[in-house]
């Protein structure tokens, strides 16, 4: 059966816990896959490889369950058929700045009569999935996140959580101080006030809110604010982390010197 776990998550008022990939490494995918998280991130916007780089990781995604979330590099409709055919089933569409782009981005991820994507689908094949099987389901199937990070996406936020088809409305943290006045200071007040404000304002419309943290601490304070889609850092931002833990602890150990005895 052809479902979206991020959607039938949503759907049911619980939340999307996902992990983000820093490089095009199936081997970093699956392992990341297998720890269980819901969505798994492929960012195409701010990294220097395409859809073909990543090319067997959505479908290593669907073999474990867990939703392939591809971000395209804009609100371009072969983009968004590229990474859908390719596997993804979500999709997410950046500096979507008014109700108008969203429409836009639902249209170019929902095949007819929902939508305008051209069928045939590459990853039904490497899962011996068939047309009659997946066609009929992928309008269902398929997650649309849109990303909020410009002045005019400041203003609209309503509008577009109000589009048909959206299904995620998501805050760039970063885009969005450079939005307010503030670039880089993610911490700036009235960054942190927005990003407070947001997920009932996305919520009124019925629709869930999505951001980008790193670490439990931070996830878990914007899942008290109510974010639903949360992605929550890496499996190397995680390892890293706690390699340096312990790498501190152990120079910590070295400078105190050797225990006898």
């Keep these: ?15 999307a816990w996902g992990a983000s990939l820093p490089d095009a490494s199936d081997l970093i995918a699956k392992l990341t896959v297998n720890v269980g998280v819901d969505f798994l991130w492929l960012d195409l916007e701010h990294r220097s490889f395409e859809i073909e780089a990543v090319k067997w990781i959505p479908i290593i995604c669907r073999m474990r369950g867990c939703t392939p979330l591809v971000r395209v590099a804009g609100l371009d409709s072969q983009l968004i ?13 950046p500096q979507v700045d008014n109700a108008d782009k969203a429409r836009r981005a639902v249209e170019y991820a929902k095949y007819p009569p929902q939508g305008t994507r051209g069928c ?20 269902d199937e398929t997650c649309v996140v849109v990303q909020v990070e410009s002045p005019e996406a400041i203003r609209c936020v309503e509008e577009i959580a109000a589009v048909d088809g959206v299904d995620v409305v998501f805050a760039g943290p970063l885009d ?7 670039i ?9 006030q927005f990003l407070a404000d947001f997920p009932a304002r996305v919520a009124g419309c019925g629709k869930a809110s999505g951001i980008t943290v790193v670490g439990f601490d931070s996830a878990a304070h914007r899942y008290a604010q109510g974010y639903r889609f949360i992605s929550f850092g890496s499996l190397i ?14 120079r910590a150990l070295e ?5 006898r005895g």
Aim: aromatic fraction near 4%.
């Design 1 to 15: 059966m052809i479902e979206s776990k991020v959607k039938k998550l949503l759907s049911a008022g619980a939340v």
């Design 81 to 93: 058929k590229k990474a859908l055919d390719a596997g993804a089933s979500a999709v997410m569409v």
């Design 255 to 259: 400078a105190a010197g050797p225990t």
């Design 237 to 250: 931002t995680h390892g890293m982390a706690g390699l340096a833990a312990d790498l501190a602890r152990l």
């Design 176 to 182: 969005l101080s450079a939005a307010l006045g503030h």
């Design 184 to 192: 880089g200071r993610t911490d700036h007040p009235a960054v942190q």
């Design 120 to 139: 045939s689908p590459l990853w039904t094949t490497f899962m011996d999935v068939s047309y009659d099987e997946y066609l009929p389901a992928a309008n």
